[in-house]
């Protein structure tokens, strides 16, 4: 398992898309940037460290600043890569202490996965990670990325950081689903998480879920507090209210930007619920 310490935005300092004929290889490199690699389509066989993973379709091969990977095109194939930096190792976490993002307990102001000392947060990995649901979000934030690089030019570098920070989020996101300890929830709710947490930042509302889901609104309501243990509603701004901590502690985002980027209808409104939330205005908050 990998963690990658999220100090800072990370800088992208080069990304593209791909396509590769079949049998498309080389003997082995050793980058001093960490490697991220979205498959759009194909089969490819990657060995990093001295392992071997096969990536398809929807599939993340990551390799870590340093190491040694050599690829092989099984058949044609088409990526986008990223080459970044910070610190991408291997964790000293096991497993049993990793929990998703959605279950970091309420009214705590963090964003990611696990807080450490100061003002960082691990975001966890694999060298293979297989996005599921996840696949579409990447996709999408993938195509930002590249449209960024290409018709942005003084605001390339800081939009690009911005637009890879989330996609480093969703991926980790999609990671640490495999440890949620919440398989006896019915398959009613994880519906209707998976559906809160793919759309949180936009405009959302409780039409918009019970409509995706084809329930009514009070027995969409009921089931949820049932097994939540709190409201819809409750449940969307303390994800909102968490990111919003995130991007004003850790992006160069300002209030206005934050509040717009996770679907408030307005400023005030959000400085109002932020203050309420953590105690604080937006526009004083940093993480303690």
Same mark, same amino acid.
């Given at each position: 398992?990998?963690?990658?310490?999220? $100090?800072?935005?990370?800088?992208?300092?080069?990304?593209?898309? %791909?396509?590769?004929?079949?049998?498309? +290889?080389? $003997?082995?490199?050793?980058?001093? %940037?960490? #490697?991220? %690699?979205?498959?759009?389509?194909?089969?490819?066989?990657?060995?990093? !460290?001295?392992?071997?993973?096969?990536?398809?379709? !929807?599939?993340?091969?990551?390799?870590?600043?340093?190491?040694?990977?050599?690829?092989?095109?099984?058949?044609?194939?088409?990526?986008?890569?990223?080459?970044?930096?910070?610190? &991408? $190792?291997?964790?000293?976490?096991?497993?049993?202490?990793?929990?998703?993002?959605?279950? %970091?307990?309420?009214?705590?102001?963090?964003?990611?996965?696990?807080?450490? *000392?100061?003002?960082?947060?691990?975001?966890? =990995?694999?060298?293979?990670?297989?996005? !599921?649901?996840?696949?579409?979000?990447?996709?999408?934030?993938?195509?930002?990325?590249? @449209?960024?690089?290409?018709?942005?030019?003084?605001?390339?570098?800081?939009?690009?950081?911005?637009?890879?920070?989330?996609?480093?989020?969703? #991926?980790?996101?999609?990671?640490?689903?495999?440890?949620?300890?919440?398989?006896?929830?019915?398959?009613?709710?994880?519906? #209707?998480?998976?559906?809160?947490?793919?759309?949180?930042?936009?405009?959302?509302?409780?039409?918009?879920?019970?409509?995706?889901?084809?329930? @009514?609104?009070?027995?969409?309501?009921? #089931?949820?507090?049932?097994?939540?243990?709190?409201?819809?509603?409750?449940?969307?701004?303390?994800?909102?209210?968490?990111?919003?901590?995130?991007? &004003? +502690?850790?992006?160069?985002?300002?209030?206005?930007?934050?509040?717009?980027?996770?679907? =408030? @209808? !307005?400023?005030?409104?959000?400085?109002?619920?932020?203050? *309420?939330?953590?105690?604080?205005?937006?526009?004083?908050?940093?993480?303690?």
């Amino acid at each position: 398992m990998l963690a990658y310490k999220f $100090s800072k935005l990370p800088f992208v300092s080069m990304t593209g898309k %791909v396509n590769e004929k079949l049998g498309w +290889s080389h $003997s082995g490199r050793r980058l001093p %940037v960490n #490697i991220l %690699v979205f498959f759009h389509r194909g089969n490819c066989r990657f060995i990093i !460290g001295g392992e071997e993973y096969t990536y398809k379709k !929807g599939d993340i091969a990551l390799v870590p600043a340093n190491t040694m990977y050599s690829p092989i095109a099984q058949e044609p194939c088409e990526y986008t890569f990223f080459h970044f930096d910070g610190a &991408l $190792s291997e964790s000293e976490k096991s497993t049993e202490e990793i929990v998703p993002f959605d279950v %970091v307990p309420y009214g705590r102001p963090t964003y990611g996965l696990t807080k450490i *000392k100061g003002d960082d947060t691990l975001l966890f =990995f694999d060298y293979k990670i297989s996005l !599921g649901a996840q696949a579409q979000n990447v996709d999408t934030l993938i195509r930002k990325c590249l @449209s960024t690089r290409i018709n942005y030019e003084s605001k390339q570098q800081l939009l690009l950081a911005i637009q890879f920070s989330e996609i480093m989020f969703h #991926i980790s996101q999609a990671y640490c689903e495999r440890f949620r300890s919440d398989d006896s929830l019915p398959p009613q709710i994880n519906k #209707i998480l998976a559906y809160i947490n793919e759309n949180y930042t936009g405009p959302i509302t409780l039409d918009d879920i019970c409509k995706n889901m084809n329930m @009514s609104k009070q027995y969409c309501m009921r #089931i949820f507090k049932k097994h939540m243990h709190t409201t819809i509603n409750d449940y969307i701004l303390d994800l909102r209210m968490r990111h919003a901590a995130y991007l &004003l +502690s850790s992006t160069s985002m300002n209030v206005s930007q934050t509040a717009d980027y996770l679907g =408030f @209808s !307005g400023t005030s409104y959000f400085s109002r619920v932020f203050k *309420k939330y953590y105690g604080i205005a937006p526009s004083d908050y940093t993480e303690s």
